[in-house]
């Protein structure tokens, strides 16, 4: 096994656990909003919002880089 190998396996693992995180954070986020909708607080709610979006995006760009990746791998 080269190292170029071992390497690529290690950005594919660092790759899924961010992809991970986000996921995991974006759902948590729920209760954020609702804990901050229910004290009826908007800037809290927007930021909240904002945080899930930027977890989401993360998740769907490191999905699109796991893709490239897996592509180039294959070749």
């Known amino acids: 096994m080269s190292n ?15 992809q991970y995180h986000a996921l995991q954070g974006s ?3 729920e209760q954020f909003l609702s804990d901050a909708q229910e004290v009826n607080h908007p800037e809290v709610v927007e930021f909240i919002a904002e945080c899930q979006s930027n977890d989401a995006e ?18």
């Open 58 to 75: 993360r998740a769907k760009r490191c999905h699109e880089l796991l893709v490239l990746l897996t592509a180039e791998t294959q070749t």
């Open 27 to 29: 759902h948590l986020y």
């Open 4 to 18: 170029a190998h071992d390497i690529t396996e290690d950005i594919v693992f660092d790759l899924v656990s961010i």
